[in-house]
């Protein structure tokens, strides 16, 4: 949404896109960043660079080049009426292909049926959403009718009734006019420019075809023509013209550390654009096999025989190389026979060395045998072959089920890592099908034990799994064949739907059909196991380990900035009667998702977040005792003496590999720390003392306990969520936590009440006494902090207040604390949330080297979070939460964008992350409701007006084309009572 479903996916698809990581630079090099007033995609890679240095040239064709009697500026004068810009996004993983929105070019090969010619990565091999732009700015909306199976040519179509102010002219497909030194333009929307000419000659017709990369489309069986022509992101799709404005080529690729660029011939193109325009299906044959062509000096070294290279060198003159197998297919038509390495002589009778030839033939015989000699080793063999229909193994359907899109192998897959064209690809690997391993290249062989052998098997075997199951799932990736393996994944249909999409050519969308929601869901019953037996070294601390739980979350849609879709981690049962376990927020960050609890390595039960401390690192979550049978979980018990530094304690925690350790330290310090701000504003813990120890072993461990010596817990071990580095990863710090300050929560809960937490809505940092006297300081109030700590000599400076509470009305930014309520504040405790607040208190401040007494309001702290959120054009929208309030000085409204999915109309038109929606189509908003009120009822491909300010104050207005079929208005709302804690709505 790795832009990386949070609802029922027939509501709105997954929201990841941002997080997602970015793609190699061998892949997509030519990225274009979008400025707010150039209204293009924000990434454009559509030139495919290709791995790796050329291939030599061999020779080619030379032919002479006739004069022209016209001149270029006047072809280019015609040409250009008839190339578009296009603005596009495949807004579902599909294949190989990723979610993301670009820009291309293409142009117009039938003005009267509205026909495009552009690149197949262009028309995309999934759902696709886009738009052209015609020379004079007119823009049309255009659909995919046809994209090749094998080839990177595809065809797009528009109502040319809708081009009112200018008269669409087409450019005529001329492939048998390709010459080496043929003078040529490429001319469309390079580097994210509207008209680019781009001069060259081609200097090869023969070039095998570019590779881009493992798991990426790919061309094959084919050869490309070659040029120097310096095209970049956004060119692919341009004709490639002769001086007569015919389209010679077209434009599809190019080299990422060379000026060399690389062209499709047209000559299959127009073929199929002749069926097209009839109203035929475009027949394409294949005996899956991969050919490339060698030239003879190689050719000789498999064993072509002399006579042979003679009869091809006689009968066709200018021929360098002939056709080898370099692929053949497990269990496609020819495995039975054919063998990598033979050398392709004849088809039916028709001796061949060039692909276009060859494809003719496949492409006129579908369904019937073809007779093909080949030359193995110096000897002839001659098989008989059944050419199969390409189009039934190019997959045109995925199913969203469990948060994540499958669909049937694919012949460009198979073919790339030489594998049957069988089992079910994870196309888009998010929700239940998260997987170890690879992000990518993962195919299901089998689930809940059945055999998954394509997307239909799979489908009846899912159908019959009740929610919440926990089922086994047998896969390997795509690129370690040898390796299978096995994942216990928990069956997901109340967050994301079961759906097939469907491809249709005639009306451009995937239409989705909804499949059976399945049994009731799981009954979960009671479950008895033991604990394992630990070392006895570790004393009585070793029985505080049947107080920890394994703690998992899975989380369907990202908010409040967390960067996470999966988090484990560890919790402390503080009380086993009634179920209640103490976790960090790190773990679960807030109340959407489904949280599981693993007890003794042994049962998997659910549990749900009840409490959320609002600006420390915890979490209060809940399981139904009874069904964990005769299991003996403990309370932990809690100490009631303080740690303070020098005390020793045993650390008993579960390490990176969530295994149990247990080792005696030392507490070496416990002091007020900051964690630094990340760039988007998520969860960051403030104003509370961290506990460091003297072990290594404490940096390997993400949750535990710190327990005396009698095996009472005074202290517990958690990960810190901190900032977002520039490498891309997070930084999580590992540090401990007083107990006391959860045992007050604990009560509230254990009493049936809801903690109603009071305070001064601030973040504070420690100032020492020598930087306070320079701030003004008195000597007087100086002895009076040396008298309160005797310990510690500190006070604190009001970091940042919170926006638009209480407190920041009177408090502000750079402030000391000197007193609350008459007693000195110099330990970060006496400012902790609690219920024992008033709702006003007596401060003493040091405010520009001015000691000031004055009234305070406290504010009341929400435990819950985020209680609603929208769906908009692929937008994730809700009011801003606290991390928000913390780190922005100005609130421009309650509508604040928290993420936003990679090919969705709010991608590809600019709504950004931390973005404020202050006004729709020039109405004003400023909470959710006003903006549901403002968008319902807005029509599917119309352009909506949206006015944002960015995190920074920053306004613009952007234009957003609703794509409802892919992306509707729906909302999740905060409901106890649901069977997931959340309600789902469709707003109409």
């Known amino acids: 949404m790795d832009v990386d479903s949070p609802v029922p996916s027939e509501l709105v698809p997954e929201v990841m896109a941002d997080l997602a990581p970015p793609l190699p630079e061998s892949g997509y090099p030519h990225k274009r960043k979008r400025s707010r007033s150039d209204g293009i995609p924000a990434n454009s890679f559509n030139k495919r660079p290709e791995n790796g240095a050329l291939p030599a040239t061999n020779g080619s064709e030379i032919d002479v080049i006739p004069q022209h009697a016209p001149q270029w500026q006047q072809t280019i004068e015609q040409s250009i009426l008839s190339i578009v810009s296009i603005r596009f996004s495949q807004v579902a993983s599909f294949d190989t292909d990723g979610t993301d929105s670009s820009e291309a070019s293409g142009f117009v090969v039938d003005a009267t049926r509205g026909l495009i010619l552009t690149n197949r990565h262009v028309a995309c091999a999934g759902p696709f959403f886009g738009e052209a732009v015609f020379h004079d700015h007119e823009e049309v909306?255009?659909?995919?009718?046809?994209?090749?199976?094998?080839?990177?040519?595809?065809?797009?179509?528009?109502?040319?009734?809708?081009?009112?102010?200018?008269?669409?002219?087409?450019?005529?497909?001329?492939?048998?006019?390709?010459?080496?030194?043929?003078?040529?333009?490429?001319?469309?929307?390079?580097?994210?420019?509207?008209?680019?000419?781009?001069?060259?000659?081609?200097?090869?017709?023969?070039?095998?075809?570019?590779?881009?990369?493992?798991?990426?489309?790919?061309?094959?069986?084919?050869?490309?023509?070659?040029?120097?022509?310096?095209?970049?992101?956004?060119?692919?799709?341009?004709?490639?013209?002769?001086?007569?404005?015919?389209?010679?080529?077209?434009?599809?690729?190019?080299?990422?550390?060379?000026?060399?660029?690389?062209?499709?011939?047209?000559?299959?193109?127009?073929?199929?654009?002749?069926?097209?325009?009839e109203g035929r299906a475009v027949p394409r044959g294949t005996i899956q096999t991969q050919f490339m062509h060698r030239p003879f000096d190689e050719v000789r070294r498999l064993g072509l025989k002399q006579e042979t290279e003679a009869f091809v060198r006689k009968t066709f003159p200018k021929e360098v190389g002939m056709l080898v197998a370099?692929?053949?297919?497990?269990?496609?038509?020819?495995?039975?026979?054919?063998?990598?390495?033979?050398?392709?002589?004849?088809?039916?009778?028709?001796?061949?060395?060039?692909?276009?030839?060859?494809?003719?033939?496949?492409?006129?015989?579908?369904?019937?045998?073809?007779?093909?000699?080949?030359?193995?080793?110096?000897?002839?063999?001659?098989?008989?072959?059944?050419?199969?229909?390409?189009?039934?193994?190019?997959?045109?359907?995925?199913?969203?089920?469990?948060?994540?899109?499958?669909?049937?192998?694919?012949?460009?897959?198979?073919?790339?890592?030489?594998?049957?064209?069988?089992?079910?690809?994870?196309?888009?690997?998010s929700g239940m099908f998260r997987l170890d391993g690879a992000d990518q290249g993962w195919i299901i062989s089998s689930i809940d034990t059945r055999p998954t052998p394509n997307l239909d098997a799979f489908i009846e075997a899912f159908k019959n799994i009740p929610d919440r199951e926990r089922i086994p799932v047998e896969y390997y990736s795509i690129l370690d064949v040898h390796t299978k393996s096995v994942a216990i994944v928990d069956a997901e249909r109340h967050w994301s739907g079961f759906r097939l999409a469907v491809r249709n050519d005639k009306t451009g969308f995937w239409d989705y059909t909804k499949l059976p929601e399945g049994p009731a869901p799981k009954v979960w019953k009671p479950i008895t196991a033991t604990f394992a037996t630990l070392d006895q070294s570790l004393g009585v601390s070793a029985t505080l380990f049947h107080s920890l739980v394994k703690v998992s979350i899975y989380i369907p849609c990202r908010i409040e900035g967390f960067p996470k879709s999966r988090k484990m981690g560890a919790g402390l049962v503080l009380d086993a009667e009634k179920g209640l376990v103490v976790v960090g927020r790190s773990v679960v960050p807030y109340t959407l998702g489904d949280i599981m609890l693993t007890f003794a390595d042994s049962i998997i039960i659910p549990g749900k977040a009840i409490f959320l401390h609002p600006i420390n690192n915890f979490a209060i979550i809940q399981y139904d005792p009874s069904l964990l049978g005769a299991t003996p979980v403990k309370s932990a018990p809690v100490s009631d003496v303080k740690l303070g530094q020098g005390h020793r304690v045993t650390l008993i925690a579960l390490n990176h590999n969530q295994r149990p350790v247990g080792v005696e330290t030392t507490v070496t310090d416990i002091t007020a720390v900051t964690i630094p701000y990340s760039g988007t504003p998520r969860f960051r813990a403030i104003n509370f003392d961290a506990?460091?120890?003297?072990?290594?072993?404490?940096?390997?461990?993400?949750?535990?306990?710190?327990?005396?010596?009698?095996?009472?817990?005074?202290?517990?071990?958690?990960?810190?969520?901190?900032?977002?580095?520039?490498?891309?990863?997070?930084?999580?710090?590992?540090?401990?936590?007083?107990?006391?300050?959860?045992?007050?929560?604990?009560?509230?809960?254990?009493?049936?009440?809801?903690?109603?937490?009071?305070?001064?809505?601030?973040?504070?940092?420690?100032?020492?006494?020598?930087?306070?006297?320079?701030?003004?300081?008195?000597?007087?109030?100086?002895?009076?902090?040396?008298?309160?700590?005797?310990?510690?000599?500190?006070?604190?400076?009001?970091?940042?207040?919170?926006?638009?509470?209480?407190?920041?009305?009177?408090?502000?930014?750079?402030?000391?604390?000197?007193?609350?309520?008459?007693?000195?504040?110099?330990?970060?405790?006496?400012?902790?949330?609690?219920?024992?607040?008033?709702?006003?208190v007596d401060m003493v401040i040091l405010r520009n080297k001015t000691e000031m007494s004055i009234r305070v309001p406290t504010t009341e702290f929400d435990n819950e979070g985020v209680k609603r959120v929208v769906f908009w054009a692929g937008a994730v929208l809700h009011e801003p939460h606290r991390a928000c309030l913390q780190q922005s000085r100005s609130l421009p409204s309650k509508i604040y964008v928290s993420s936003r999915s990679k090919g969705s109309p709010a991608y590809m038109y600019g709504i950004t992350t931390t973005h404020w929606?202050?006004?729709?189509?020039?109405?004003?908003?400023?909470?959710?409701?006003?903006?549901?009120?403002?968008?319902?009822?807005?029509?599917?491909?119309?352009?909506?007006?949206?006015?944002?300010?960015?995190?920074?104050?920053?306004?613009?207005?952007?234009?957003?084309?609703?794509?409802?079929?892919y992306w509707p208005t729906s909302e999740i709302v905060r409901d106890p009572e649901a069977n997931s804690g959340w309600k789902k709505n469709v707003i109409e």
């Not at 937490?757 to 306070?772: C, D, F, K, N, Y």
Request: glycine share 8%; hydrophobic share 40%.
């Open 141 to 277: 909306d255009v659909f995919p009718v046809y994209r090749d199976p094998v080839h990177d040519f595809g065809i797009l179509k528009f109502d040319p009734r809708k081009i009112r102010y200018m008269q669409v002219r087409e450019v005529e497909l001329a492939p048998h006019l390709a010459r080496v030194g043929l003078d040529i333009r490429v001319v469309g929307n390079d580097a994210g420019e509207k008209l680019s000419i781009l001069a060259g000659s081609i200097s090869r017709l023969d070039r095998n075809a570019p590779e881009y990369g493992e798991m990426t489309y790919n061309d094959f069986n084919t050869f490309y023509l070659q040029a120097a022509s310096s095209t970049s992101g956004g060119s692919s799709g341009s004709p490639v013209l002769n001086i007569e404005g015919k389209a010679v080529a077209l434009q599809a690729g190019g080299h990422m550390r060379a000026a060399t660029d690389f062209f499709f011939p047209l000559d299959r193109v127009a073929r199929a654009l002749k069926f097209i325009q």
């Open 326 to 429: 370099e692929t053949v297919v497990p269990k496609g038509p020819a495995s039975a026979v054919l063998e990598e390495g033979d050398i392709l002589l004849s088809v039916n009778g028709v001796h061949i060395t060039k692909f276009v030839p060859l494809e003719s033939i496949l492409d006129d015989s579908v369904g019937k045998a073809i007779t093909v000699v080949i030359q193995r080793g110096g000897v002839d063999m001659e098989f008989t072959i059944t050419v199969q229909d390409l189009h039934t193994i190019t997959p045109d359907r995925y199913l969203e089920v469990g948060g994540a899109k499958l669909n049937d192998v694919s012949y460009q897959l198979a073919r790339q890592f030489c594998v049957p064209v069988e089992g079910v690809y994870v196309a888009e690997p």
């Open 917 to 965: 929606i202050v006004a729709v189509n020039g109405q004003s908003v400023t909470t959710l409701d006003d903006f549901v009120d403002a968008v319902r009822g807005l029509k599917d491909g119309e352009y909506v007006r949206v006015k944002c300010i960015s995190f920074d104050l920053v306004p613009c207005v952007l234009s957003v084309k609703l794509c409802l079929h």
């Open 691 to 840: 506990i460091t120890l003297d072990t290594p072993l404490a940096q390997q461990c993400s949750a535990g306990v710190l327990a005396d010596s009698k095996g009472k817990v005074q202290g517990i071990w958690l990960s810190f969520l901190g900032e977002h580095t520039t490498s891309g990863h997070d930084q999580e710090y590992h540090l401990g936590f007083d107990i006391n300050s959860v045992i007050p929560i604990l009560r509230k809960l254990q009493a049936g009440g809801v903690p109603r937490l009071r305070g001064l809505a601030i973040e504070v940092t420690p100032v020492q006494m020598s930087q306070a006297r320079h701030m003004g300081l008195s000597d007087e109030w100086v002895h009076r902090v040396q008298e309160a700590n005797k310990e510690r000599r500190q006070l604190f400076l009001i970091r940042r207040t919170e926006n638009e509470s209480a407190t920041s009305r009177v408090l502000k930014d750079l402030d000391v604390i000197l007193s609350v309520s008459g007693k000195v504040v110099t330990r970060v405790q006496e400012l902790e949330l609690s219920e024992e607040w008033p709702e006003e």
